[in-house]
């Protein structure tokens, strides 16, 4: 009950905050087997927050044992069954007493087994640290160890290690993109080591956790790397989306996270060994995008917007929905402005205070929101009950949450309403730009794919050597 509360809670929050979380891989999550979750660690709290709500099982989660230290803390988390674990790094720094012993974890351990006993679901960071790098970090041996010892010394059958990649649009910006990728699976039972020593066979689990998680993850060598593949993934995807798209609907983030692999693997192939045609010709390739990408931005019209149809029509047809959305949502979404304003502006600039890593933001603002909106809530709904009774009150506590929601909803399908209006009435204007812009579009698609296949080609000619 406590959990189903807290996930719903979570939902909420992300939902607000985030303008979308996708999901990819969900079936091969077993149901009724014991796994272990094995997840990159990004965004501090978010990302336990995250798997939560896309995983439909109840999963008993791990945390950093400094946390524990702080006793009201602590209370919270031991009520929402949380397991602490110690780090090596924290024995190391000081901030937590004990030894290197590979034991020191052996309570937790078990507590972790009796779950997996149960066939239940325990999440663990193998990372051990929440960071800012664009790559996976080393992965510590704990979820595997755990594993081994559920199978081989708690006779633990049905046992999987699942990973899940969580790749976040901006992680720090409010309604940007996430998007939780379940890899393949680990079957406990046919998994063996090449050598039985315990340690070793921790180890050998571990890079083969390690493999399966980049597989689902981005992974790069530098931050620069990062954001040049991301910049040229969202704007490929741009290209390739559907135009004209429906009013104010965002691109699949999962399109862009293929992409952004895609770019980054042509981008190392070019640099191994490609001639220099072909190098020659992507290096084209990616000037008429930019040219392009520069020409809408002067006439501010999206990619998207390219195809739309500007007949008198189609003006009228859109002119007679929008204006009807506006009316019918407008004042619901107006009411959930006013009514979140203060407590979300506050907890945004709490959170933007100090800033020590780009996780940060999110989960604060998260964490000062929950608790101004809680306590704004409160307040008008003492007030309303005040005056109105009990009832009122409860119908208009639930009307808040609903209001907020219809306003993000609306903003964004605002917001891309107007931006076609603009880009209707230039084409109007214009025709011959938007025939221009159709045909640079068909070309630079056309011209993606034919250097995309050779590419693909050379890899497989150069595999099969």
């Known amino acids: 009950m406590i959990y189903a509360l807290l996930r719903s809670l979570a939902g909420v929050a992300l939902r607000w905050f985030y303008r979308a979380i996708d999901v990819e891989g969900l079936e091969r999550i077993p149901r009724h087997t014991p796994i272990v979750l094995a997840v990159n660690h990004p965004n501090a709290l978010v990302d336990a927050m995250v798997v939560a709500w896309v995983v439909p099982r109840r999963i008993v989660l791990t945390a950093k044992a400094t946390l524990f230290q702080n006793p009201l803390l602590a209370w919270f988390l031991k009520w929402?069954?949380?397991v602490p674990l110690v780090r090596v790094s924290d024995i190391r720094s000081g901030a937590m007493e004990g030894s290197l012993d590979p034991k020191r974890n052996e309570r937790a351990f078990g507590a972790l087994r009796e779950v997996l006993d149960d066939a239940g679901a325990v999440l663990i960071f193998p990372e051990?640290?929440?960071?800012?790098?664009p790559s996976l970090a080393r992965l510590r041996t704990g979820a595997a160890r755990i594993a081994l010892q559920a199978r081989d010394e708690a006779g633990i059958h049905g046992l999987h290690i699942v990973p899940i990649g969580l790749t976040f649009?901006?992680?720090?910006?409010?309604?940007?993109h996430v998007l939780a990728?379940?890899?393949?699976?680990?079957?406990?039972?046919?998994?063996?080591?090449?050598?039985?020593?315990?340690e070793?066979?921790?180890?050998?689990?571990t890079d083969e956790i390690e493999t399966r998680l980049r597989a689902v993850t981005l992974n790069y060598t530098s931050a620069d790397d990062a954001s040049r593949a991301a910049a040229l993934a969202s704007l490929f995807a741009a290209l390739f989306a559907e135009s004209p798209s429906r009013v104010g609907e965002a691109r699949p983030f999962n399109l862009e996270v293929t992409l952004a692999r895609r770019i980054e693997d042509a981008r190392l192939q070019l640099a191994r060994g490609a001639d220099d045609r072909l190098r020659a010709r992507a290096d084209q390739l990616l000037r008429r995008v930019a040219e392009f990408e520069q020409g809408l931005c002067r006439h501010d019209v999206a990619i998207e917007d390219v195809g739309i149809s500007t007949t008198s029509v189609a003006g009228t047809r859109f002119l007679l929905r929008e204006g009807r959305i506006i009316a019918l949502a407008g004042p619901i979404a107006l009411w959930g402005q006013v009514n979140h304003w203060i407590p979300f502006h506050a907890a945004r600039a709490i959170a933007l205070r100090t800033i020590e890593s780009a996780a940060d933001p999110a989960m604060r603002t998260i964490v000062a929101g929950a608790a101004l909106v809680v306590a704004f809530y409160a307040a008008q709904g003492?007030?309303?009950?005040?005056?109105?009774g009990k009832i009122a009150a409860a119908l208009y506590l639930v009307s808040l949450p609903l209001a907020a929601d219809v306003n993000f909803l609306f903003r964004e399908r605002l917001a891309g309403a107007l931006r076609r209006a603009r880009t209707y009435l230039l084409?109007?204007?214009r025709p011959k730009l938007q025939t221009r812009l159709q045909s640079e579009l068909q070309y630079l698609r056309a011209e993606a794919v034919a250097v995309d296949e050779e590419l693909r080609q050379r890899s497989t000619a150069g595999a099969a050597v």
């Open 80 to 82: 929402v069954g949380v």
């Open 128 to 133: 051990g640290i929440s960071h800012d790098e």
């Open 169 to 176: 649009e901006r992680k720090d910006a409010p309604r940007s």
């Open 181 to 198: 990728q379940v890899g393949e699976p680990i079957a406990l039972d046919s998994w063996r080591a090449p050598d039985p020593e315990p």
């Open 200 to 205: 070793l066979a921790a180890q050998a689990l």
């Open 382 to 388: 003492a007030l309303v009950a005040a005056v109105a």
């Open 427 to 429: 084409f109007r204007r």
